[in-house]
T-cell receptor
Framework: RKEVEQDPGPFNVPEGATVAFNCTYS??????FFWYRQDCRKEPKLLMS???SGNEDGRFTAQLNRASQYISLLIRDSKLSDSATYLC???????????FGSGTRLSIRP | DTGVSQNPRHKITKRGQNVTFRCDPI?????LYWYRQTLGQGPEFLTY????????KSRLLSDRFSAERPKGSFSTLEIQRTEQGDSAMYLC?????????????FGSGTRLTVV
């Protein structure tokens, strides 16, 4: 079983729609959680950290469920520019490497 | 330029040759990570430095791979006797000790093609 698992998609949704991704992690000792965005043939870029209480940044909302060991990302009012691969990232401790999921591809159509 | 810099951007090499990549992290970042990414997959961890100390290496990092960060600043990743399976994007990232709060910054990567 992979340490971090994501639905690879692709998710193909119309502009303006709301879309949500989930990610599950296997290590209950995981401490830090992030969502990264990666455009085609580009490097990953930090989208947002995920806090225990959940957090929101504009149209993006991230949630953490420690009991079920998953994190989620909700994108409201999706834009064409949101088309990308969204990578779920987990870290076990402050001194640890970060572990990536395989990513979920999102395509927004006009 | 305050970002993470990687050189070269692209490298094409013949099988069996040695290649070396360089990463210059953000200057105040003491942690440096190397990842490898193939098409359709997320980045896979290779190795991690805190200052000049290499604290962790993945089992993916075979004996043909070696990484250094001699003065705790830039880092190099060398692949000896390259194989076609080494073709991938090699990504470098850096962070402070608070990376688990503020995240990690990636360079643009070095795309290696072994022919």
């Amino acid at each position: 079983r992979k340490e971090v698992e994501q639905d690879p998609g692709p998710f193909n949704v119309p502009e303006g729609a709301t879309v949500a991704f989930n990610c599950t992690y296997s290590n209950s000792a995981s401490q830090s959680f992030f969502w990264y965005r990666q455009d085609c043939r580009k490097e990953p870029k930090l989208l947002m950290s995920v806090y225990s209480s959940g957090n929101e940044d504009g149209r993006f909302t991230a949630q953490l469920n420690r009991a079920s060991q998953y994190i989620s990302l909700l994108i409201r009012d999706s834009k064409l520019s949101d088309s990308a691969t969204y990578l779920c990232v987990v870290s076990y401790s402050s001194a640890s490497k970060i572990i990536f999921g395989s990513g979920t591809r999102l395509s927004i159509r006009p | 330029d305050t970002g993470v810099s990687q050189n070269p951007r692209h490298k094409i090499t013949k099988r069996g040759q040695n290649v070396t990549f360089r990463c210059d992290p953000i200057s105040e970042h003491n942690r440096l990570y190397w990842y490898r990414q193939t098409l359709g997959q997320g980045p896979e961890f290779l190795t991690y430095f805190q200052n000049e100390a290499q604290l962790e290496k993945s089992r993916l990092l075979s004996d043909r791979f070696s990484a250094e960060r001699p003065k705790g600043s830039f880092s190099t990743l060398e692949i000896q006797r390259t194989e076609q399976g080494d073709s991938a994007m090699y990504l470098c990232a850096s962070s402070t000790d608070r990376g688990r709060i503020y995240g990690y910054t990636f360079g643009s990567g070095t795309r290696l093609t072994v022919v």
